[in-house]
């Protein structure tokens, strides 16, 4: 029956990057084929991207980029108190898909904050305003940790469903558990920018 669960495991997961690459090749190759190579104006000569904007690229609002990190944290935040109780005193399955379920969302939020920045892709509102690029870069360190702590927890016993031991399971998910918990204190970091 393990084995099972972990071959669900892995499909959906491979399912999800497979969406993801492809949200990304897609997103780069409509960056790459358009848009005017053109110097950029005074107002957009510091990109938050490597890429130059053109001349016609509009700068996004604050309230519009907290806004696409608001679609994410609904996700986030479900499992915030679950995650809590995982491994202290109990350990089942649901804990470690709980696991991969904030993963997906931490690389969602990845992919749109860098997707909106992109002229033509699905979803673009503009260039990161200079007054969020600091916290748009520590909120991504913090879901790229996350995601690492998540494959990480994916080698462990918990991770490969071998063990539902609580004891052993609080030791291998405790280093999700902090990168979950600094992932959430970015998120936490945009309160005052979301608009109710």
Do not use: H
């Not at 053109?38 to 001349?55: D, F, H, I, N, W």
């Not at 696409?68 to 109780?85: A, I, M, P, Q, S």
């Not at 005193?89 to 690389?107: G, H, K, L, P």
């Amino acid at each position: 029956m393990g084995g099972g669960l972990i071959a669900v495991k892995r499909t959906l997961v491979a399912a999800v990057a497979g969406v993801a690459t492809g949200m990304l090749v897609a997103g780069g190759l409509t960056a790459c084929s358009g848009g005017d190579t053109g110097s950029a104006s005074a107002e957009s000569a510091s990109p938050s991207r490597s890429e130059t904007p053109s001349p016609t690229e509009s700068v996004a609002t604050v309230s519009q980029v907290a806004s696409v990190v608001d679609r994410e944290v609904v996700d986030l935040e479900l499992g915030k108190d679950y995650f809590l109780d995982c491994g202290v005193s109990r350990w089942d399955y649901s804990c470690a898909i709980n696991v991969q379920q904030a993963r997906r969302a931490a690389e969602r939020l990845r992919i749109k904050l860098d997707t909106v920045q992109k002229v033509g892709a699905p979803g673009y509102i503009g260039a990161i305003p200079d007054e969020v690029k600091g916290l748009v870069v520590k909120t991504d360190e913090a879901a790229v940790a996350l995601a690492s702590a998540a494959d990480a927890f994916d080698a462990t016993a918990c991770g490969s469903f071998q063990t539902t031991d609580p004891a052993t399971c609080f030791i291998d998910v405790s280093p999700f558990k902090s990168k979950y918990e600094d992932l959430m204190d970015q998120i936490a970091a945009w309160s005052p920018l979301r608009v109710n």
